[in-house]
């Protein structure tokens, strides 16, 4: 008897020691959220359970989707639009999802070197963002205008009442640069409990949880070349690859969402200081752990002068970046250097 | 009490399992292709296609989006769409060698008409394949 409870015992620790023997590796594309593709994927022991992990990923995306939705009312919900049109008028009850990632926003911006993310400035990125849609560039008078209505410090948030508020009634609040980044924490959040191995990229917001179930010990995200400057090989679009896990990995750059005049390249980032776009950089990858702090550090990068935003990096030290400068020069601090394919990390 | 033969058995299998566990962590894998490529639109099954036989897949839907995606030499590309960016045109093709290297990987996908054509790999953890 005692024989096969050892043998018993033996198959057990066989079984055991197969790394993820029943998960496979489930992925899905989600097209309704945020003007961009969802991209999900993660290891599940069957579709179903895939699948239901998906019914959660989308319940929470398409909430907060039509939370910060700055062009469309849903039905009582005071979302991003129904602020932008109320809280000049009298304070407007938001929900704790909106309201943290407000005053979050703020605490950055209050503090030093941070300011050139400016939630506040959406009047003048409306005049940018039609220029997008018809091709002809805002007018510098209208920029300046605008600019007269971008104040920070105009937009009370009232933390015991959950309220925001417009000192300034032609303030308007633009997310873009914030949104998708702590979207991708709060779904982190839900997954994290029921499949822990999975990673998400909201339209290049990626964040990557517990290691791949296949035997590597990383997830390997993608750097991908702009236009113009070498790749990892020739004949890839690949720039450099970062393999890790419990991670967030954000890209700000010129060569995704733009527009052309006279051969010019104007694309989507804008400088609060100069009301253009910023041109320091071709694009810049910010690795830190927080969603939210990986989106908002890119836009501020991005805009910063090279040198500037380097010495603000490493003023940071749970955060990394990868800086590819108008010149096509790559860089990287050590930390990001530490996971990148071409200083030889790899997902094993 | 135990034998010697329950030793030799117990042994053999935690034998196996250090073999296995060897395997998973270090046999150096890759992905491979399995030459079929596989469509959806909007998230939901299209079709799917063998890559040694060349034609053209007409991706028609209800709301008149509409795209062509050919198959020749073992590789797939976007050949039309009607799409405002025309950005899955830009992606080239994709083939069992070089998606690894494309920072689509094994993916064409068209945003405005959401539709993805997908390279089906067996996924056996390459240390260098990007997963996104």
């Not at chain 1, 989600?30 to 998906?54: C, I, K, P």
């Not at chain 1, 993310?117 to 007018?139: F, Q, Y």
């Not at chain 1, 609040?173 to 991708?184: E, I, N, Q, R």
């Not at chain 2, 992905?31 to 079929?36: A, D, H, I, M």
Request: a negative charge; glycine letters at 8%.
């Amino acid at each position: 008897m005692k024989r096969w409870i050892a043998v018993l015992l033996a198959l057990v620790m066989l079984l055991a020691s197969l790394p993820g023997f029943a998960e496979d590796k489930y992925s899905t594309l989600l097209f309704d959220y945020f003007d961009t593709a969802t991209s999900f994927m993660g290891y599940a022991s069957s579709q179903q359970e895939f699948d239901s992990a998906v019914v959660l990923v989308e319940k929470e995306l398409s909430y907060l989707h039509q939370l910060f939705d700055g062009y469309h009312l849903y039905g009582e919900m005071h979302n991003l639009r129904y602020v932008n049109e109320n809280a000049g008028k009298a304070p407007v009850q938001v929900d704790a999802p909106f309201f943290t990632l407000l005053s979050l926003c703020k605490e950055m911006y209050e503090k030093p070197g941070f300011n050139r993310v400016n939630i506040a400035m959406g009047s003048v990125l409306s005049l940018w963002h039609d220029a997008r849609e018809t091709g002809i560039l805002p007018e510098r008078s209208a920029l300046e205008n605008a600019a007269l209505h971008t104040d920070f410090s105009k937009v009370i948030l009232d933390r015991e009442n959950s309220t925001v508020y417009f000192e300034d009634p032609l303030v308007k609040l633009d997310l873009g640069a914030v949104a998708k980044g702590y979207a991708a924490d709060h779904i982190r959040r839900v997954i994290e409990p029921i499949l822990p191995s999975f990673l998400i990229s909201l339209g290049g917001n990626v964040y990557a949880g517990e290691k791949p179930l296949d035997g590597r010990k990383k997830w390997g995200v993608s750097v991908q070349c702009p236009d113009g400057i070498p790749s990892i090989q020739p004949g890839s679009d690949i720039l450099e690859v970062l393999y890790d896990t419990h991670m967030s990995f954000v890209t700000s750059g010129d060569y995704q969402r733009f527009m052309e005049v006279d051969g010019v390249r104007y694309h989507h980032i804008i400088d609060p200081v100069t009301l253009m776009p910023a041109s320091h950089l071709r694009g810049v990858t910010i690795v830190c752990e927080s969603g939210f702090m990986a989106d908002y550090l890119s836009t501020l990068l991005f805009i910063l002068p090279y040198e500037e935003g380097l010495a603000l990096i490493e003023s940071i030290p749970q955060a990394g970046a990868l800086f590819i400068t108008a010149d096509g020069t790559v860089s990287m601090t050590d930390s990001v250097a530490a996971i990148a394919y071409t200083h030889g990390a790899s997902a094993r | 009490m135990f034998k010697k033969k329950d030793f030799l058995l117990i042994g053999l299998v935690l034998l196996l399992a250090l073999g296995i566990f060897l395997f998973q962590y270090t046999g150096a894998k890759d992905t491979r292709s399995l030459n079929r490529v596989r469509v959806t639109v909007n998230g939901a099954f299209f079709g799917e296609y063998p890559l040694d036989k060349p034609r053209d897949i007409s991706i028609l839907q209800d709301n008149g989006c509409e795209n062509i995606l050919r198959i020749e030499n073992g590789s797939f590309y976007m050949l039309r769409a009607n799409c405002h960016n025309q950005l899955c045109i830009g992606q080239g093709e994709v083939t069992n060698k070089n998606y690894p290297l494309r920072s689509l990987g094994t993916h064409i996908l068209c945003l405005p008409n959401r539709v993805d054509a997908e390279l089906l790999i067996e996924n056996t953890g390459d240390s260098f394949m990007p997963d996104i």
